[in-house]
């Protein structure tokens, strides 16, 4: 029996090796808008420049996957998460986010920050995007509950401090992923007690966006 349970340890440490592998993979995949793949892929929202590779800042396509994913699986929380970041005095870039996120993400996978969340989720590439998930809504809500309201100007510190608030919830190896079930996604048992989960239903004040499910490219 011991030797079952360290052998189970021993693949999931190798196949926490070949995610990030497979992580690093698509982070140095660049995106290319001659490749009718990527942009069939490409969320047209929050970009800063004409060409969207300027802003992927080194995380290649891991951080369109990334967005990709969340529209995807999480409609609501993502739709709102955009919401929210049209507000008109609170406002942020939804893709600049979203690629500091993933940033976020895969040095923690290097890290080996998130060993016991993949020990007990697995290994394959949907339990990293779901951490991607968790991370976006977690910080949507963080953003838009902070006292005094935060504006872009101080988007780096007020980052700087969510990333150590995640840091140290990894490190008490607390649940971070988010329910598949997405009909309730502002509901305290999808956001496991989590008291950023939901800002508010609506974020009020905001400037008019395009729905973020809508954007999305399968």
Known sequence: RAAK?????????????????????????????????????????????????TDFRGMGMLGLDDLVYYAKYYPLSSKHALECSHHEAQWYSFAIVGINITAFAVQALRTRQLQHYLFLNGTDRSVYHELYCYLFHRFNGYWMTLEPKPTIMEFERVFADFKNMMERQLMKRKLMMLRQDTKDIFGATENN??????????????????????????
């Open 5 to 53: 349970k360290l052998q189970y340890a021993l693949d999931r440490i190798a196949s926490t090796h070949q995610l990030a592998r497979e992580i690093n993979q698509r982070v140095h995949t660049k995106y290319d808008s001659t490749n009718p793949t990527h942009e069939r892929k490409l969320l047209l929202i929050g970009f800063q420049g004409k060409d969207p590779a």
């Open 193 to 218: 007690g989590d008291e950023y989960g939901h800002a508010a239903s609506t974020c009020e004040k905001r400037k008019s966006g395009p729905s973020l499910a809508q954007r999305a490219m399968a």
